[in-house]
Structures are given as C-alpha cells and as structure tokens.
C-alpha cells in the first residue's frame, strides 16, 4: 500500500504568496454609538475607489450583523485573511465629508477631549450635510469604455456622434435631460448609445440648485489709525512667516478691531487663500456678515438657524473652494475649507464658543489646533480677553497687539455705578432707578437711543405664595419656575418644563401668589408704561426664535425705528450703532455671586462689553451700572474700563487655588435618578481615580465627589468631581487610564468636561 503523508496545503504554494493571500484592504471605521470603534472591516473590490477616509458607510454589526452606520478614518493593507473580516456594505458619500487636515482634527479632539471620535465627526459635520438635505438621486451618464475608440465612434449615426461629442466635452457627469438639450435630441439615441456600452449610467446624489443673494461689488478698505497699522503689521507679518502664530487683539471697544481683520483676510485672499471668522452669537452674525459682504462681495454664513438645505449648499460649496470667506458660530470652525489661510476668532473671551454636549470642546482651543495643522495664524480679538489667552501672551506664547484708543480718538463713555442699596430706600419704582430714568428720558429727547440690559428671561423669576412660603418649582430639577407672560406659562430654563402659571398656591390653595424677581418681559411692560409712543423691543431666547429676527431687529435699530433696546447678554457684545448714547445696565449682579471661581471675569466682561456699545458715533456715550455691589473689584474695574489691572488682580487670586490659567482642570459629573444609587457610584469614580493617580505617580488634586450648586437637572441627581493638574497631559491620562474601569450601573451616566467653563 503506497501511504503518502497529507500536506499541509492542498496545493504547493511558495510561503510568500501566502503571506499576501493573509493580507487584505481594510477600512477603519468609527461609530457615534458603542461600540465606538475603531473596528476593521474588508474593503470589497467593487468598492476599493469609494472607500476613503472621510466618507460614511454601511457595515453589519455584531453576531445579529446589525447594519450601522460607521465614519471611515483611514484604509490600509492589514495582516487577515479576507474571509475574517466582515464587509463594508455601502459608502454613502461620494466625496469625503472633510479634509484629510481636518481628519486630524477630529482624531486631536477625540483624545483631547476624551470623546469617542464618531462623535466628533457627528458635531463637527451639520446634520442637513450628513443628511444630504436638499439632494435626490439623479440618474447621471459619462462616457463607457468605448468612447475612448474612435473607429466605433466612427461608426455611430450622426445623431448618435453628436450625442457622444457633447457628452465628451462635458467635464462631469450630466443627467439624460441635459443631454438630451445640449444634442437636441431625444431619449432614443442615448438609450441606444447606453445599451451598446458607448455610454455608462450611475445612480448619484445631487444636490438641488438653491438660489443665493448675488455677489456685490467690494468696498474700499477704511483708512486705518496708527494703532490699527500696527496691529495689521502683526498679522501680516505673521502670515508671510507660513508659521504658526497666534496674535492676541486686545482692542479696547470701538477701537476698529473689525477693520484690522478685514484688511488682513483682504490680503490673504489676495494670493488665492480664504478665511474663518467666528463670532460668538448669532446675533452678531448678521451684522458681522453684512459689513464682510459690503467689503468682499462674496461670504458664506453658517450657523444653527439655516435650514438643513441651505446649510449642506453652503458647505458644500465652501467644500468646492468657491467661498473665500466663512463666518459663523463656534461649529463654522469645522468648515472644510481646501485652502485656508487664516482664521479669526472674534470675541474670543465668550463663553458661547464652549460646546456643552459631548464632546464638549472650546472653538478657540480647536481653532489654536487647526492653525497648527493648516502652519497658519490665528487671530484672537477682545476688549476683555480671557485670562487664559491674557496669560499666554504676556508670557510670550502669543504676539500681543494693543489697540488702546477708539477709532478717531473718541472717548470711552463714562460709567456711573447706582448703589442698589441706598435707592431701594426710595419708593419702590420699579427696574429702573430715578437716575436712569432721567437718563433715558434725556436721551430720547436728545434723539438718541438706549440699550438695557437684563440677564434674566421670563417676567417673574420667583412665584412663592405669602401665606403659607410656597416656591413653585421644576419636579425635575428642583429649581424655581420663571413666569412667562406671553402664554401664561411657568417654566424651568434648564430642563424647558412648564405648566400654565398657577392662579392659586398649589399647596395651600390661597389665590393670591406672588410674583418676585425681575425679567426681562417685566422690564419690557415697565418700560412701554414709563416711556409710551416710544417703539421698544426685546431681545432675548424667547423673542428671537424665529429664522431672520435677529436681522429684522437689528435692521430697525439701525435705522432708528427701535428707541430703546433691552434684552439679555446677545445685545451686550459686537453690536455698533453709532447713534446709541445710552447704556444701562438693570442689575450687574446677576452672575457676580455664583458659586463659580470665573464669576467675577464675566461680570467684568459683559459690564464692559455692553458698555462698550454706546458713543460709537460723534456724540459722546453714557454708562448707568444699577448694581447691590458697586465696590467690588470687577464692577470697579469695569467701570473705568482698566481691563489690566482687574487681570493682574483676578490671576493673583487665581494662583493661590492653582486655578486657570495657572493649572488645567476637568469635571466628571455623576447623574442618575436615584440619590443614594448616584452617590454611590460618584465615590466610587472618585475611589478609581485616587487609585490611578497613586499608581501612575501623577500629582493631581481630587475634590469631591460633592453635590454641585445645580445639584439636580432633569430628573437626575448629580455630583461633581474636579480634578485639577499644572499640566494638561498627567490629566488626560489619568482619565484615559480610569476610564476602562468605571462601570456605570443602569441608569446612572458620567460625563467628562475637560477645561470646563463653570463648576454649576
């Protein structure tokens, strides 16, 4: 019997060709939902053009092979065999949705802000673009494989030449209609072209054509102060480096901070680069947006209050290179510009730029990244900058450029400070003090217009009943209900709870309740009273809801049919209307005496910043503070607008607690329906990171766990942790490293804030 050892392979295969068959294209692909990924997955060859980092596709998950939708992140060879991994099923992007730059980004953040990176890719990336809003698949024909031999085109009909001719000519695909008026001919040649392989048909997605505004012809840039010339020689020198460099402006308001960056985006689209410039409200954005058309003709706006079709038209134009400037919000600094050349971040102190949902970055921070990575300058302006870019640059990390004086040396308004104290001895008169009611009274005689500014919603922030104590307040969140006027309505400004305002004390049933603290729909009813015939508005979140009302109020205020203006902080910053000569400030109180180690930086920055709006013309401008606290630092600073010493006073204070910028934080909140269940697992995170800290060697202060001052939200009980480093990288790993140990029980969910704004 002739026995033969089996093989070992069933054919004689050189081992190196084995190696290769172990080899397959594999795409990394992320999710916004566990698993987060990154997981591989074979590229099949029908799709090996398609599959690019960047684009969306469509994997099978799990045992169950559950389809989800993943975000690509790179593709390469990888040592498997074909068969052991899963396949991608579908892209459904037919260009990457950002830059390979922009890529990187998104893998910066993700590690930086402890964030899963499919969820950086769903905040960065609009929603209506992800969506594809506006766009229907089309039917879109090119040329087949036999266009390329002229012996068979020779052999077409006439018809059918002509028909390949303009489809030749053509760069991009074009749909059957088209080709049908551009051969003036009908479906028959094509069809007959497109059976026979002259002609390749392709189901894509195209966007609908959406009607813009025209482009306006651009207007001369402004003669700039001597100030403004050296500023401007900041940036530019800064742009001919092709470095990296930041340049703090700190302009004192009215100064002509806008002008210095139009000038510097005019040159930077001078040699075929574009421009960023974020601003922190959308009601800047409208006037920020029409002085930059007036200047350049041709701007694109992104922010929240577009539509879903005009927002993936914008980006994917600004996409195509066919916008050279881009203004917006904090997400515009996502905006996948191929040839940026310089961004600007104006306002740059705002606490709007800070993202308060996972993952919860800061603009400024991730535009100091992308200026990295794009080797570009970064411009960032205030009148109030924050102490943390304050720092950077007196110690050097940051070019600093001062514009100390208003534009055609016109003086800072003066600010009067009203003690609260004294005047509420008065008969009650309401909001507004005699003082400022003499005020505005001269200032509309004198045609001029007035600003009030109240940082509260609502009517009555309070509705407590005086017989038996009672607050009305949120089932969810433990926190009295703000009366609404319009709609009767009591609701919760965390949570957006309400129920129609009570008529009687639900506890004790006594009819006469009592409605207590100030909003600015209560300031609004008493200003229409005292002031009749004189046309007011509001601006607020509750006024301004609606697409295009922050343009349509602006517009009449700037046409002077708006007397007086009141609001919340929207109307404290960026705002320039030269004919307003009043500035009053209802209660600068409001955020002064929070439990939160920034709350004197923002009271000096909104006071400063709302007064700042007023003698921007010829005439000069008046401050009136109403205030219970009128000699506290910041007030008193803010006052005779002495930006450096309230900077030098506040980073003293700040270093004895190693706060920032002296230090790095984070904050891990613990949240769960369950008081007990929640605190149990908020010791237990603590217990985790003490134990980390011990191992790793890290030095880092843990306090807590402790309830916050907002110590329940929504349902859920919450406690806090902050951590606390000199550095930003012994944080960031002793998070990475405790995070693969914390086990949330059902229920219960922990967030992490790296660098957070407020302790609340």
């Given at each position: ?10 054919t ?31 590229v ?13 596709v ?11 939708l ?104 074009v749909?059957?209609?088209?080709l ?91 040699y ?5 410039v ?6 800047l954005?409208?006037q ?10 041709n701007v ?6 577009m ?18 400037v ?23 102190h705002e ?13 400024r ?6 200026s ?8 960032l ?22 514009l ?7 003086p ?21 003090t ?8 001269e ?21 407590q009943?005086?017989q ?5 307040t949120?089932?969810d ?17 965390y ?12 506890k ?52 002077g ?5 009141l609001?919340?902080?929207?109307i ?9 000569l ?5 209660n ?27 003698g ?30 309230f ?6 204070q ?107």
């Open positions: 019997m002739n026995s033969q050892q089996p093989e070992l392979f069933a004689n295969i050189p081992p190196w060709e084995l190696d290769a068959l172990s080899e397959c294209r594999a795409a990394k692909i992320v999710f916004a939902e566990a698993p987060y990924g990154p997981l591989d997955y074979r099949p060859d029908e799709l090996l053009e398609e599959v690019r980092p960047g684009v969306r469509k994997v099978p998950l799990g045992r169950g092979n559950r389809v989800m993943g975000y690509c992140i790179a593709v390469s060879m990888v040592k498997q065999a074909p068969d052991a991994l899963k396949s991608v099923l579908e892209v459904l992007d037919v260009e990457p949705l950002c830059t390979p730059r922009l890529l990187e980004l998104f893998q910066w953040m993700s590690r930086y802000y402890i964030a899963p990176l499919g969820q950086v890719f769903e905040a960065a990336i609009p929603a209506g673009v992800r969506a594809a809003a506006g766009s229907r698949q089309r039917v879109m024909l090119y040329p087949g494989e036999l266009a390329a031999d002229p012996q068979r085109i020779a052999q077409l009909s006439d018809k059918q030449q002509a028909v390949m001719g303009q489809l030749i000519l053509t760069a991009g695909g749909t059957i209609d088209q049908q008026k551009l051969a003036n001919c009908s479906t028959g040649p094509i069809n007959a072209l497109r059976e026979s392989g002259f002609i390749d048909a392709r189901q894509e997605r195209i966007l609908n054509e959406f009607t813009t505004t025209p482009d306006l012809p651009p207007a001369p840039p402004l003669a700039l102060s001597a100030d403004q010339r050296q500023a401007l020689n900041h940036v530019l020198e800064a742009l001919d480096s092709a470095k990296q460099q930041t340049i703090l402006l700190h302009g004192v308001t009215g100064s002509g901070k806008t002008e210095v960056y139009m000038q510097a985006i005019h040159e930077v689209i001078s075929g680069r574009q421009a960023i974020l601003v922190p409200e959308i009601s954005t409208p920020t947006r029409q002085r930059f058309l007036a200047r350049f003709g694109t706006v992104l922010h929240s209050h539509s879903p079709v005009e927002r993936h038209h914008q980006w994917r134009k600004i996409s195509a290179g066919a916008s050279p881009v203004i917006g919000p904090r997400s515009a600094i996502f905006a996948p510009l191929p040839r940026l050349g310089l961004i600007v971040l104006d306002e740059e606490s709007s730029f800070k993202q308060d949902t996972q993952p919860r970055y800061h603009a921070d991730v535009a100091l990244h992308r990295f990575l794009e080797q570009i300058p970064l411009v302006g205030s009148a109030t900058p924050s102490l943390e870019s304050w720092k950077r640059a007196k110690e050097g990390s940051y070019r600093l450029a001062s100390p004086r208003r534009v055609h040396n016109r800072l308004p003066q600010v009067t400070t009203i003690d609260l104290r004294t005047e509420k001895q008065e008969p009650n008169r309401g909001a507004i005699r003082p400022l009611n003499q005020a505005i009274q200032t509309l005689r004198d045609d001029g217009q007035v600003i009030l500014l109240l940082n509260r919603r609502g009517f009555a922030t309070n509705i009943c005086p038996c104590g009672h607050v009305v949120c089932p969140c433990d926190l009295p209900l703000t009366h609404h006027r319009d709609g009767s309505k009591a609701c919760c400004h949570c957006d709870f309400q129920i129609p305002t009570p008529p009687g004390c639900p004790c049933n006594f009819q006469g309740v009592r409605f207590t603290g100030l909003g600015t729909q209560r300031l609004e009813i008493e200003v229409a009273q005292r002031y009749p015939g004189t046309r007011i508005a509001r601006m607020d979140s509750d006024t301004m809801r609606k697409p295009g009302s922050h343009e349509r109020t602006l517009t009449d205020f700037r046409d049919k708006i007397r007086i203006l609001g919340t902080q929207m404290a910053k960026g705002l320039d209307f030269p004919n307003v009043l500035v009053g400030v209802i600068a109180d409001t955020a002064l005496h929070f439990p939160d180690f920034r709350a004197s930086e923002k009271t000096f920055q909104i006071v400063t910043q709302v007064a700042g709006r007023t921007r013309g010829e005439k000069a401008g008046h401050v009136l503070v109403q205030t219970y606290s009128p000699d506290h630092p910041a007030i008193v600073a803010a006052a005779k607008h002495d930006f450096i010493s900077a030098n006073t506040e980073l003293q700040r270093a004895q607690f190693g706060y920032p910028p002296h230090g790095h934080l984070a904050r891990v909140i613990m949240r769960g329906p369950d008081l007990t269940e929640t605190e149990g697992f908020a010791e237990s995170v603590v217990r985790k990171l003490t134990a980390t800290r011990e191992l790793q060697g890290i030095d880092c202060r843990i306090l807590g766990p402790a309830p916050p001052p907002l110590s329940r939200l929504r349902g859920n009980y919450r406690f806090h942790a902050l951590l606390q480093t000199t550095e930003a990288e012994p944080l960031n790993r002793l998070l990475v490293k405790t995070i693969p140990d914390i086990k949330p029980p059902k229920d219960i969910q922990y967030v992490i804030d790296i660098d957070p704004l407020d302790t609340l």
